[in-house]
């Protein structure tokens, strides 16, 4: 036990990126007593979601773990770890300066009948993980809220929101107090180590400077493909552009109480935000420049937005671009040669996901080092 964890006291990491998928990495790694660098240019920057240094920070921090209709496979699997593994993670990360809950429920509201047909499967599949139909009294209160008669919905009492904001800085914290290295530097290009037997690979930062290292883990997103491509790995990535609005209700009465922590209606999610302020964002566009047609798209709902959502006042609004993996499944978590390894491409659900994919890390890196 003892050799174990020296070696592992040995062995260096670097994690490259830090959104929520070269965060937590570092996180789990660091935990599991690896001597870990986080390396981005804007690692130590002031977090907030008014101009967002990446992607995560201008999520919602949705977690749609259970609501998902499959119930086997892949997805499902990195879903269902995630959500057992979260819990156990704010445990860990919340302090006495830090309180990052788990808001619960969500609400889906169907906008089609085969959509309320996939619920009424999904409610008799998942019951034991709190999955249920809205009854008469619900619905009404959605209708009346959305001034339609909707065709039916879901809660999900188990699936709800992180707030990736106070998320970010208390796994920051975290990191400080595993001693997880964080170094502010861009990163030029990575190569194999040809002048050293101990340490395979050698990264170049700005500046002239370099660090050899035993393992990379590559979360960069849409720059992964500029790492990665000089070593003669093709990896296919496309922008995915995120909006976010929030808008300020005038003169209504939205019975607050009511509310879950986040409403999925056509895709878009609703969260209610200080007093009368509702944000209002969705994952749908390809590109990374924001359109006006987009945004106009997404506030009318499809010509079906209510009175008091075409009325409001859009107070703030941000973007962020996440990677799409073109022709693999979403995420992309690989070993692409010995010590050299990705961690990318959840584009939709990249909070969601960060703990299984961060596990799959550590778990290939474990065996590796065994040898």
């Known amino acids: 036990m003892n050799s174990q964890k020296a070696n592992k006291n040995q062995t260096e990491i670097s994690v490259i990126g830090g959104g929520i998928a070269g965060i937590t990495t570092a996180f789990y790694l660091g935990k599991k007593g690896y001597k870990v660098n986080l390396i981005d240019p804007r690692v130590n920057s002031e977090i907030n979601n008014l101009s967002p240094t990446n992607g995560t920070q201008a999520a919602l921090g949705v977690l749609m773990g259970n609501v998902h209709k499959k119930s086997k496979g892949r997805s499902f699997l990195l879903r269902n770890k995630s959500m057992k593994l979260w819990k156990k993670w704010l445990i860990e990360i919340n302090s006495s300066d830090s309180n990052v809950s788990f808001e619960k429920p969500l609400v889906k509201l169907a906008s089609s009948e085969k959509e309320y047909q996939s619920m009424i499967e999904l409610s008799k599949n998942k019951q034991e993980y709190g999955i249920e139909l809205l009854d008469k009294t ?41 001693k997880v290295n964080k170094i502010e530097n861009s990163v030029i290009k990575i190569r194999k180590n040809l002048t050293s037997n101990k340490k ?15 393992f990379i883990v590559i979360c960069t997103a849409l720059n992964t493909q500029k790492l990665v491509k000089p070593l003669g790995h093709e990896i296919l990535l496309e922008p995915i552009l995120g909006q976010v609005f929030e808008l300020e209700l005038e ?13 999925n209606y056509q895709s878009i999610n609703f969260i209610h935000h200080n007093s009368n302020n509702m944000i209002v964002g969705a994952t749908v566009e390809n590109g990374n420049i924001p359109s006006l ?40 978590i690989k070993e692409l040669e010995p010590g050299l390894l990705i961690n990318t491409g959840q584009y939709r659900n990249g909070i969601l996901l960060a703990p299984s994919c961060a596990e799959w890390i550590g778990l290939k890196i474990d065996i590796a080092n065994q040898y």
């Open 138 to 178: 619900s619905l009404n209160f959605w209708n009346s809220i959305f001034e339609k008669k909707l065709i039916g919905g879901l809660i999900s009492t188990e699936d709800g929101r992180l707030n990736p904001i106070n998320l970010i800085k208390s796994l920051l914290k975290s990191l400080d107090q595993i």
């Open 200 to 214: 395979r690979w050698k990264i170049y930062l700005e500046n002239n400077q370099y660090i050899n290292q035993d």
């Open 251 to 263: 003169n209504i009465n939205m019975n607050w109480n009511k509310w879950p922590a986040i409403l």
């Open 293 to 332: 047609s987009e945004k106009k798209e997404m506030l009318n709902m499809n010509n079906t937005a209510p009175k008091w959502m075409r009325q409001a006042k859009v107070c703030r609004e941000w973007n962020g671009i996440r990677a799409r993996p073109k022709n693999e499944a979403s995420p992309l």
